[in-house]
């Protein structure tokens, strides 16, 4: 600090000792000039104006930027709507969330047509999904319908996956994939339908009747043209899972020959022949799904099998002296309802891992009439009561009516459950 006061004083001294000797300005002179700088008249008139200072882009009002942030995300929605092919992941995607968000009526809501099948009752993304006798119906959380699509088909069957439906008549010819804002495609088999799914990549594959052979496989693109096909020689299939890319397929098929004999086989479509085949004895196998780590789970009568997707290998879970009366999957868990055969005992709700391990189990002193299954919540219907449980410790912490024409349950969430009536379509919330 004492530095540039010396320096300050020698520069003062040196100016005023300057200025004597010449016509100068003073150090005062010099400073002031410096402060406010003298202009003359000429100099004044002729000057260019000054420009007015812009107001910096910070400094705008806070509405400013929210209008251009809406007039952006416009932009980018209509871009998305017209340039992305209706057909693809993204596109359906778009289209679920913007063209289903409108409000509703509320539930409940009467079913589009005359009945709905329980396996054709679903909730997807958060909306209720059914098939009717006669359409594919789409609905969010106040009823309001994205989706309302007629079929003409008799024995109707739906496989969903995120923004895409597939619907095909059992023991007949006709199948449609449906997307969130149109039909992307309408086809017919050469044979009967017996089994079909379709993956979150908009591959799908059909299982049909062929002469010959109890049933056959094949598998499409994105464009409709097949990709794989496979003779099933021994087994009638009763039901495929494709996994989220749709490159692998896990098989379920049933044959009498000596007994009843259940066979899960594991498809890579990269390979002509199935990577394993695992048998079953005295088993009927319902239903085969793969889970999101790749685990194919299949579901029988008396036993349900966790399936390594990868290698073939397996780990069983019997049912000792229960039947099952209904199963839910999430994730990487299948929710197990189980019922002594005397129906005169207690049922169970048994919550299974990706390895077979019992991860919970849930007593019910009535029969277990359909379960669901979302996040921490598992949820069972006993007679016309719904009642909502912990998935990790088994504690019961809330319960709703479900009417007692209730025939399904699904949950849309932790908190909300939908319930499947003769004729209608009700929510119900856990608090």
């Not at 990487?332 to 390895?355: C, E, F, G, H």
């Not at 919540?377 to 809330?398: C, E, P, R």
Request: proline share 3%; hydrophobic share 35%.
């Amino acid at each position: 600090m004492a530095m540039d006061e010396n320096k300050k004083n020698n520069k003062g001294q040196f100016l005023d000792n300057f200025a004597g000797k010449t016509n100068l300005p003073s150090a005062d002179q010099v400073e002031k000039s410096q402060e406010e700088p003298v202009i003359s008249p000429d100099r004044k008139k002729n000057a260019p104006k000054r420009m007015k200072k812009k107001t910096p882009l910070s400094k705008l009002p806070k509405w400013v930027y929210a209008i251009i942030a809406v007039l952006l995300a416009v932009v980018l929605g209509l871009f998305i709507w017209f340039s992305v092919d209706s057909s693809s992941g993204i596109g359906q995607w778009f289209r679920s969330i913007t063209v289903g968000s409108g409000q509703g009526d509320g539930y409940p809501t009467s079913i589009v047509g005359s009945s709905v099948n329980r396996g054709n009752f679903m909730t997807l993304d958060k909306n209720v999904v059914t098939v009717s006798d006669t359409a594919l119906t789409v609905m969010n959380s106040s009823a309001n319908q994205s989706i309302n699509r007629q079929h003409s088909f008799n024995s109707p069957v739906l496989q969903a996956t995120s923004g895409k439906y597939l619907i095909y008549n059992l023991g007949g010819n006709g199948f449609k994939i449906e997307g969130s804002s149109n039909t992307i495609y309408s086809g017919n088999t050469s044979n009967n339908i017996i089994a079909g799914d379709i993956a979150g990549s908009g591959r799908y594959a059909l299982v049909t009747e062929t002469q010959g052979y109890p049933s056959s496989l094949s598998v499409y693109l994105t464009d409709n043209t097949v990709q794989y096909k496979y003779d099933f020689s021994e087994y009638y299939v009763t039901d495929i899972s494709l996994n989220s890319d749709g490159t692998r397929a896990a098989v379920s098929g049933i044959t009498a020959k000596d007994g009843i004999v259940s066979a899960v086989y594991i498809f890579d479509f990269s390979n002509p022949e199935p990577i394993a085949i695992l048998t079953y004895n005295e088993v009927l196998m319902e239903k085969v799904e793969y889970m999101d780590n790749g685990t194919v789970a299949a579901i029988g009568d008396t036993t349900t099998s966790m399936i390594n997707g990868t290698t073939g290998e397996k780990v069983d879970y019997n049912y000792q002296s229960r039947q099952m009366t209904d199963y839910a999957i999430d994730k990487n868990r299948v929710a197990l309802a189980l019922t002594p055969y005397d129906n005169q005992s207690s049922s169970k709700l048994v919550i299974l891992d990706s390895s077979a391990s019992e991860k919970c189990v849930i007593e019910s002193q009535n029969k277990i009439d359909a379960v669901s299954l979302y996040g921490d919540t598992a949820a069972i219907l006993t007679d016309s009561t719904i009642t909502g449980y912990s998935a990790s410790s088994g504690n019961s912490f809330s319960t709703a009516e479900a009417g007692s024409d209730a025939r399904g349950i699904a949950l849309a969430d932790e908190a909300t459950v939908y319930v499947l009536g003769v004729s209608q379509v009700r929510q119900a919330r856990f608090s």
